[in-house]
Structure formats: C-alpha cells, structure tokens
Nanobody, 128 residues
Framework: QVQLVESGGGSVQAGGSLRLSCAASGYFYSSRCLGWFRQAPGKEREGVAASYTGGGSTYYADSVKGRFTISKDNAKNTLYLQMNSLKPEDTAMYYC?????????????????????WGRGTQVTVSS
C-alpha cells in the first residue's frame, strides 16, 4: 500500500512557477513508476511527467517538456513537480500516482490504468 498527499498548488500568473509536492507513506520506496497527471474540466486525464525506477528514465509530455521537472527525495519520501513558465493551459487538477507493478513501464506516456495509488489532487490555476 502507498498513501499519497499532494500540496503546493495555487493561483499564479502566466510565466510564474510552482512546485508541487507529493508526500508518500507505505511502500513508496518500492514504487516502479511515479507520475504526475492532470485533468482540466471537460478534458481527459493527461500524464504530464513520470519517473521509471527500473531504468532510471523519465517522461515528459511535449506540452511541458523544458518547463516541468519531476524529481524524488527518497529520504523524505516525497515526489516533486517543479513547474516553470506556467501557461494558462496548464490550469488543471494535478494528481500524483504510484505503481508497484512493472506493468506501468512504457516508452510513451504513462497510462493511468497501471497506477494503483493516487492522491486526491491539488489545483493549479494560471491566469493570463
């Protein structure tokens, strides 16, 4: 079991920055995949960043590449998403997720169906 709690969301103007945190407990250290997903009203959930512990690789959606950075502090059991140069289209509820199964490994976008553990989300609103 893994418990996840996000924080760090808020309202910023375009061009600003936020750092989302995801505090984890349980078998966090055994996670095969860690990811950040977002969902805007009326849109499908999107995987924006993922960290695959097996090969040490990371994934970023094209829409956030070069602006967002996913990182992990194992000592603090915390996953982060540093978001810079925010745009109004980044407005969404952001969720962190974890998977203990290798089924989550992929060369492409993370698939939410393979992530068994989810936080409740933190809202990010970017105004123009």
């Amino acid at each position: 079991q893994v418990q996840l709690v996000e924080s760090g969301g808020g309202s910023v103007q375009a061009g600003g920055s936020l750092r989302l945190s995801c505090a984890a407990s349980g078998y966090f250290y055994s996670s095969r995949c860690l990811g950040w997903f977002r969902q805007a009203p009326g849109k499908e959930r999107e995987g924006v960043a993922a960290s695959y512990t097996g090969g040490g690789s990371t994934y970023y959606a094209d829409s956030v590449k070069g602006r967002f950075t996913i990182s992990k502090d194992n000592a603090k059991n915390t996953l982060y998403l540093q978001m810079n140069s925010l745009k109004p289209e980044d407005t969404a509820m952001y969720y962190c997720a974890a998977s203990l199964s290798v089924a989550c490994y992929t060369a492409g976008p993370p698939s939410g169906q393979f992530f068994a553990y989810w936080g409740r989300g933190t809202q990010v609103t970017v105004s123009s």
